[in-house]
T-cell receptor, first 111, second 118 residues
Framework: GEDVEQSLFLSVREGDSSVINCTYT??????LYWYKQEPGAGLQLLTYIFSNMDMKQDQRLTVLLNKKDKHLSLRIADTQTGDSAIYFCAENPTGTYKYIFGTGTRLKVLA | GAVVSQHPSWVICKSGTSVKIECRSL??????MFWYRQFPKQSLMLMATSNEGSKATYEQGVEKDKFLINHASLTLSTLTVTSAHPEDSSFYIC??????????????FGQGTRLTVV
C-alpha cells in the first residue's frame, strides 16, 4: 500500500537543529502540513507549505519541499526541550477533504 | 488559529455501554468534520468524514452501526461508540474544516478523547 512515511525516532541535543523527513504519496496534493502532538493531546498545526513553493520559513521552522521526489522536511532550529513531541506530516490530495497522515516521528530533545 | 473543543477528554465505561464524544468548533462554521482513531504510538486512522446535514462517509473497515456519527449543526459533531468493548479502547480525535471570513480553513484538531472500556 501507499503510506506517508516518516522515520520513527529522532534524538537531538538542546540547541542543535532537528530535521524530520517525510515522503508523501500524492503529487497532486496542493498543501502539505506539519503537525505536532504532545502526549495525550490533539494535533497542533505548526506550519504548511503550498505545493508550488520549495521552501517556507517561519521563525525557528523551515520547511523544504522536493516535489519531484515527493519529499518534505521540517527543520527546527535551536531545538528546545519543549519541542519534544511527535511530529506528523500530512497531505491533502486535490479533490478530497481528507488528510493523510504520516506515521509520525517521535522527537526527543536531550538537555 | 481556530478552536475545536472535544469533550470529554477521557472516559471510562463498562463493556456493553455506549459512549458519546462531542466535537465543537468554537469560532468558525465547520462544514466538514473528521473523526480519527489513534492507537498507542501509531498514526491517526481516519474513521469517517461528515458534512453538516449529511450522512457520514465511513472509511473501509469502519463499522457505521458501531460508530455513529451525527453532524447536525455547523458547530457540533458527535461520535457515539455503541456497545463498547475493550478493543474499542483508543484515543479518538476530531478535526474540523470550514470557513472563516469567507476563506476555507485548514483542519483544526480537538484535544482528543481517551476511551477506556473495562
Amino acid at each position: 500500500g501507499e503510506d506517508v512515511e516518516q522515520s520513527l525516532f529522532l534524538s537531538v541535543r538542546e540547541g542543535d537543529s532537528s530535521v524530520i523527513n517525510c515522503t508523501y504519496t500524492d503529487s497532486s496534493s496542493t498543501y502539505l502540513y506539519w503537525y505536532k502532538q504532545e502526549p495525550g493531546a490533539g494535533l497542533q498545526l505548526l506550519t504548511y507549505i503550498f505545493s508550488n513553493m520549495d521552501m517556507k520559513q517561519d521563525q525557528r521552522l523551515t520547511v523544504l519541499l522536493n516535489k519531484k521526489d515527493k519529499h518534505l522536511s521540517l527543520r527546527i532550529a535551536d531545538t528546545q526541550t519543549g519541542d519534544s513531541a511527535i511530529y506528523f506530516c500530512a497531505e491533502n490530495p486535490t479533490g478530497t477533504y481528507k488528510y493523510i497522515f504520516g506515521t509520525g516521528t517521535r522527537l526527543k530533545v536531550l538537555a | 488559529g481556530a478552536v475545536v473543543s472535544q469533550h470529554p477528554s477521557w472516559v471510562i465505561c463498562k463493556s456493553g455501554t455506549s459512549v458519546k464524544i462531542e466535537c465543537r468548533s468554537l469560532d468558525f462554521q465547520a462544514t466538514t468534520m473528521f473523526w480519527y482513531r489513534q492507537f498507542p504510538k501509531q498514526s491517526l486512522m481516519l474513521m469517517a468524514t461528515s458534512n453538516e446535514g449529511s450522512k457520514a462517509t465511513y472509511e473501509q473497515g469502519v463499522e457505521k452501526d458501531k460508530f455513529l456519527i451525527n453532524h447536525a449543526s455547523l458547530t457540533l459533531s458527535t461520535l457515539t461508540v455503541t456497545s463498547a468493548h475493550p478493543e474499542d479502547s483508543s484515543f479518538y480525535i476530531c478535526s474540523a474544516r470550514g470557513y472563516i471570513t469567507g476563506a476555507n480553513t485548514e483542519a483544526f484538531f480537538g484535544q482528543g478523547t481517551r476511551l477506556t472500556v473495562v
